[in-house]
């Protein structure tokens, strides 16, 4: 019965998108498609480099820095083991999924096709450009915090994590302010967003789970897509 249920949800969801999209002129969805496409492809491109280049420089110094910074920035960072196991929670796939879903779920009721459609895409493509860095460089994680229990057999570089959680919490950061009349509180929403995503991004640190070479590539690659998404999405307003 609750698989049935669920299932008329999703399809009742999928046909009011559907309607709400077709209410959209075309030529809105293809700038939108892209602008999305380009900025994916520069995006891609400048992981590839990334990746390319912190691999050449591991055997010249950056592994040896990585080693000796990583147990230091452990140390200092104002996360302890069991709190980090609990902040790191909201950034992994099954924390996600459920802000990614609520948030698609109540854009669709509204009828806001554009804002559902950009979350999805903003969620669904960060995933392809953090294989581009996980397909090319098979990275060891780290060992040095607790012997590596809290560090995965998967791929180290770049932080799938530092990726995620500036795409999808920076996306409703910025819709958040966006929506907002107030300096005062776009003020208070940024430093909420940026305290919550850096937390989220040290709990990776500070469990041992990647290099902090990994960390800084992802929060780069993280800003390029975020930086993307919102272009894409002020380019079809402006259009609209």
């Known amino acids: 019965m609750a698989r049935w ?9 999928w046909y009011q998108f559907w309607q709400d999209s077709r209410q959209v002129p075309q ?6 498609a892209g602008t999305l496409a380009i900025g994916l492809g520069l995006c891609a491109l400048i992981t590839f480099a990334l990746t390319v280049g912190v691999k050449a420089y591991t055997d010249q110094g950056l592994q040896a820095w990585d080693a000796r910074m990583l147990p230091v920035l452990a140390d200092r960072l104002p996360l302890s083991f069991s709190r980090a196991i609990t902040w790191e929670s909201p950034g992994n796939l099954l924390g996600m999924l459920p802000v990614v879903s609520v948030f698609v779920g109540i854009m669709v009721a509204r009828s806001r096709p ?3 459609a950009t979350m999805m895409m903003a969620y669904g493509l960060q995933f392809a450009l953090v294989w581009i860095g996980w397909g090319y460089w098979n990275r060891d994680r780290p060992d040095l915090i607790a012997n590596g229990v809290a560090a995965s057999g998967l791929h180290s570089f770049p932080s799938g994590h530092a990726v995620v ?3 999808v919490y ?5 819709l958040w302010c966006r929506a907002s009349r107030s300096w005062v509180e776009r003020l208070l929403i940024t430093l ?16 041992g789970a990647h290099w902090p070479s990994d960390v800084g590539v992802g929060i780069v690659i ?9 272009v894409a999405l002020k380019r079809v307003e402006e259009a609209l």
């Open 5 to 13: 249920t669920t299932a008329q949800i999703l399809k009742r969801g």
């Open 27 to 32: 030529k809105v969805w293809r700038r939108w």
């Open 114 to 116: 554009l804002l559902a």
């Open 165 to 167: 959680v500036i795409t």
């Open 170 to 174: 920076g996306l409703l950061g910025y």
């Open 192 to 207: 909420v967003v940026t305290g919550w995503i850096g937390l989220i991004i040290s709990s990776r640190l500070a469990l």
């Open 222 to 230: 993280g800003i390029l897509w975020l930086t993307t998404v919102i």
